[in-house]
Every structure is written in C-alpha cells, then in structure tokens.
C-alpha cells in the first residue's frame, strides 16, 4: 500500500510539473499583431470598421487594435501623414488601416475580406511594425501629444489557464491529503 501511495504521489507531482512547462511555453508563443486604424469622430465608415474590428477580435486573439482619430486631433493627422510617406501611400480619406506593412483604405464587405487577409497573413509571419517605427523616429515630447485608444482593452481578455491550473493543484493535493489520511487509518 505505501509502494502505491509512492506512485500516485510521484505522479500527482509528476502531473503539476508538467502543467507548470505547458503554461510556461505556451505564454512564449503568444505574439501581438498591432493593428492601426486611423479614423474620423463622425465617418460613419470609420464607426462600422471599428465595430467590425471588435467583432472579430475573438476570433484573431493576437490582434490589438489601436485607434488614433484624426478629424479632431492635428497630431494624429500628422502623424497619418507620416505613416502614408512611410507607406508610400497617396490614399486620401478615412478609414485608414494599418496591418504590418500593408495599408487599407474605406470600408465594405470587400475590404472586410481584405482586412481579413491581411491579419491572417501575419498569424505566422513577423509582422513590422510601421506605426511604431514612425512613433520611433519622433522625438519622446513630441509623441506624448499622439491620443490613441485600444479598440479592446487587453484587460478584458481573461486568461482561464492559471484559474485551471490552480483547481488541478487544489485537487492533487486534496487527493494526497485524503491517501495520507487513509494510509494512517489502515496502520
């Protein structure tokens, strides 16, 4: 009886183990895709890209949308500005969406699938980052006048794997206490 309780004690830690690794590689593989849409208060275009965007956050869970409104705000037109060089684009208007090193311009139900493409294109490729690197070349005082918005707040996004892993331990150790105290018993 003891040889046994040895062995399901070795496994139970055995079992904790190895969810410790998984957690730990998969946090590794998680990637960010920063998505940049540049947008005006009152296009009613704008308003149904943002929407479609929050719609199909779920179902792209490393996108992070980042918002920047550019009717209102000089800077951000400024810096839309600066992006479109950068991009080697003449596009004119809003929505303007930014996806690695892809731009897309309006909003339809082909756009949509554009939009689509381009997100899916870098689930497994490296993205660059052109908002960012623009941001870069800016100096620090400068980019403090930039108001961008998250689209989904990253704090929305609940992480189940740590409330799992936290039960399994509980239940382990309530099935070692429960061995140990039978082990008594039968001496």
């Given amino acids: 009886m003891v040889k046994s309780m040895k062995k399901?004690?070795?496994f139970v830690v055995t079992l904790i183990c190895s969810f410790f690794l998984i957690t730990n590689v998969s946090a590794?593989?998680?990637?960010?895709?920063?998505?940049?849409l540049f947008h005006g208060s009152t296009c009613s275009f704008c308003a149904a890209e943002r929407e479609f965007l929050?719609?199909?956050?779920?179902?792209?869970p490393y996108m992070h949308v980042i918002a920047y409104e550019v009717w209102?705000?000089?800077e951000n037109a400024e810096l839309l500005e600066?992006?479109?060089?950068?991009?080697?684009?003449?596009?004119?208007?809003v929505p303007f969406l930014v996806v690695g090193d892809r731009s897309i311009t309006g909003f339809s139900d082909e756009r949509e699938q554009d939009i689509r493409a381009a997100i899916?294109?870098?689930?497994?490729?490296?993205a660059p980052d052109i908002v960012s690197e623009v941001l870069n070349g800016i100096p620090e005082e400068e980019q403090e006048s930039y108001e961008s918005t998250d689209l989904v707040e990253e704090t929305k996004r609940e992480n189940?794997?740590?409330l799992i892993i936290a039960g399994i331990i509980l239940f382990a150790i309530a099935?070692?206490?429960y061995l140990y105290h039978n082990s008594k018993k039968l001496k």
Avoid at 120 to 126: A, G, L, P
């Fill in 54 to 60: 929050t719609e199909i956050q779920d179902e792209y």
């Fill in 8 to 10: 399901i004690g070795l």
């Fill in 160 to 162: 189940y794997e740590a």
């Fill in 82 to 93: 600066k992006v479109k060089e950068r991009l080697d684009s003449d596009s004119k208007g």
């Fill in 28 to 36: 590794a593989d998680e990637k960010t895709l920063n998505v940049y």
């Fill in 120 to 126: 899916e294109y870098y689930e497994n490729e490296d």
């Fill in 175 to 177: 099935f070692v206490i």
């Fill in 72 to 74: 209102e705000n000089q």
